[in-house]
């Protein structure tokens, strides 16, 4: 079973970084594309960006596009989420996925196992 651990969130002032990672286990790393989303309170889980299974190809959303840089290390089954300058807005818990779906994938529901998430805030 795919297990995904989620490190590295916790409070930034507006226009620092921060970077996410996400370790992998129970498969093989390399057959999955992954995803990052966000949510907060009472809000749907929003789509942050993805990459292939190769790391080659990467989407990301309108809002966080220039700002935000999806990696991954298939030696380390580990996948990165480098955030740069930071907005309030930005504020939530963001939670890793993994899918055997090919790229994009957009929708929450394509992705196959997630992680508990970590708790990102971004002070004004």
């Known amino acids: 079973q795919v297990q995904l651990v989620e490190s590295g969130g916790g409070l930034v002032q507006a226009g620092g970084s921060l970077r996410l990672s996400c370790a992998f286990s129970g498969r093989t790393f390399s057959n999955y594309a992954m995803g990052w989303f966000r949510q907060t309170a009472g809000m749907e889980r929003e789509f942050v960006g993805s990459?292939?299974?190769?790391?080659?190809?990467?989407y990301y959303s309108d809002s966080v596009k220039d700002r935000f840089d999806i990696s991954r290390d298939n030696a380390k089954n580990t996948v990165y989420l480098e955030m740069s300058s930071l907005k309030p807005e930005d504020t939530a818990v963001y939670y890793c996925?993994?899918?055997?779906?090919?790229?994009?994938?957009?929708?929450?529901?394509?992705?196959?196992?997630w992680g508990q998430g970590t708790q990102v805030t971004v002070s004004s």
């Open positions: 990459i292939s299974q190769n790391g080659m190809t990467t």
């Open positions: 996925a993994a899918t055997d779906n090919f790229l994009p994938v957009v929708a929450a529901s394509n992705y196959n196992y």
